[in-house]
């Protein structure tokens, strides 16, 4: 079973870095073959097609938010603490950045992908949607003063990841101060103030 893993974990690793440097487009199964050591038989049997890798990489590369925000349940952050999480975890991973663009304009350019990557990402924003709702009944917050709040997340979000690889001078720390501004609502104010000193 060792083997069984270590394969899969190998064709993941190898798979993402190909994406990151040429695309899903310019990723074909012969390089990540070549990069991860296995075989095509160890692709189709754990993944069943290109496609099934890239799902798996997406799931992968969501996976930490997911576990972030499930552990945030019980004590869950505001829109705009969230948006601050989101930011500076692609500030300090940049790779995920990458991957993520990556991943965008492969379900661009492919039907089929990008219905199954939309599926993969409905689960993160529906989880960004529950811990929004989790911090507004706790603050008492009306539910229809944050609708929508986790669709303007994850656009923020991506944008920032795009932006960051595809615009030459991108100003990071703005762009986070903004996207932070827009999502707060008055009752975050204080903690704004006190964060700002």
Not at 35 to 57: C, L, R
Not at 77 to 103: H, W
Not at 129 to 139: D, I, L, R, S
Not at 143 to 167: D, F, H, K, M
């Amino acid at each position: 079973m060792r083997e069984k893993t270590t394969s899969k974990a190998a064709i993941i690793e190898a798979a993402a870095l190909l994406i990151r440097k040429h695309g899903v487009q310019g990723m074909s199964l012969a390089q990540v073959v070549a990069q991860s050591g296995t075989s095509v038989g160890a692709i189709y049997h754990h993944f069943g097609s290109k496609n099934g890798v890239v799902v798996e990489i997406a799931r992968a590369a969501i996976a930490i938010p997911l576990m972030a925000l499930e552990e945030w349940f019980g004590d869950p952050a505001s829109p705009a603490q969230l948006a601050r999480y989101a930011m500076s975890a692609l500030e300090v991973s940049p790779e995920l950045g990458e991957l993520l663009a990556q991943l965008g304009a492969g379900a661009i350019t492919d039907d089929e992908l990008g219905h199954q990557l939309q599926a993969e990402f409905s689960v993160l924003r529906d989880s960004v949607e529950t811990t929004m709702q989790a911090w507004a009944k706790m603050n008492q917050v009306a539910p229809a003063r944050i609708e929508g709040y986790s669709q303007l997340l994850v656009g923020l979000t991506l944008g920032y990841a795009s932006q960051r690889v595809l615009v030459d001078g991108f100003d990071e720390k703005r762009y986070l101060t903004q996207a932070v501004a827009l999502l707060e609502l008055p009752e975050e104010t204080p903690e704004r103030e006190a964060a700002d000193l």
